[in-house]
């Protein structure tokens, strides 16, 4: 069984560029969560999404960010007009159901020059 | 106050030895806790779940005290790849996790 997929694991930006940021959940999962990370931080909550809907964009920056997971493909994290503090570590997580545990992927590391 | 707390450490533990370190949640309607780890710059693993008084995997003991509103974790006899952070998750509500910062533990031989 193959496990939560990211790609790609590194991806460099120069600031003003677009950034997409892919992850394809666990099969039989259909609940996706995204999360941040910064060098020496803890994880933080950007959005929870289920087939077709956000469900909780709470942690989502109101501008420049955007996450979508279609009927069919992956799901999206988008960040339009990267800045530097846009750099960080980008986990997605998925679930079975909305209060099982959720497995991690091996993240997109992001930087801009 | 922060909705789930951890000492962030870091817990120097002797190599055989025990170490145990606690996470205190403040919704007292949280449903199900979980432990993971996490290892320097990649993806927290799952550890153990924790959805009733407690649960135990090896050497790993996981205990959850709903009147106090703290879960535990116990690791003993420490292996030198227990090294790592342990992060404390609350599931408050269908769809809502709050991570912890985190617990730092550093086996030494």
């Known amino acids: 069984n193959a496990g939560v997929m990211q790609n790609p694991r590194h991806l460099v930006r120069r600031r003003g560029q677009e950034a997409r940021l892919r992850c394809s959940p666990m099969?039989?999962?259909?609940?996706v969560y995204w999360y941040r990370q910064l060098p020496e931080e803890g994880l933080k909550f950007m959005v929870y999404l289920q087939k077709e809907n956000i469900i909780d964009e709470s942690g989502m920056p109101k501008e420049r960010f955007s996450a979508e997971f279609p009927k069919e493909g992956p799901s999206i994290l988008r960040i339009q007009q990267v800045v530097r503090g846009d750099s960080a570590a980008y986990f997605c997580a998925s679930s079975r159901s909305a209060n099982q545990p959720q497995h991690f992927g091996d993240g997109t590391r992001l930087s801009i020059l | 106050r922060k909705e789930v707390e951890q000492d962030p450490g870091p817990f120097n533990v002797p190599e055989g030895a025990t170490v145990a370190f606690n996470c205190t949640y403040s919704n007292s309607a949280s449903q199900s806790f979980f432990w993971y780890r996490q290892d320097c710059r990649k993806e927290p693993k799952l550890l153990m779940s924790v959805y009733s008084s407690g649960n135990e995997d090896g050497r790993f003991t996981a205990q959850l005290n709903r009147a106090s509103q703290y879960i535990s974790l116990l690791i003993r006899d420490s292996k030198l790849s227990d090294s790592a952070t342990y992060l404390c998750?609350?599931?408050?509500?269908?769809?809502?996790?709050?991570f912890g910062a985190g617990t730092q533990v550093v086996v030494t031989p």
């Open positions: 998750v609350v599931n408050l509500e269908a769809g809502k996790f709050q």
């Open positions: 099969k039989g999962h259909s609940h």
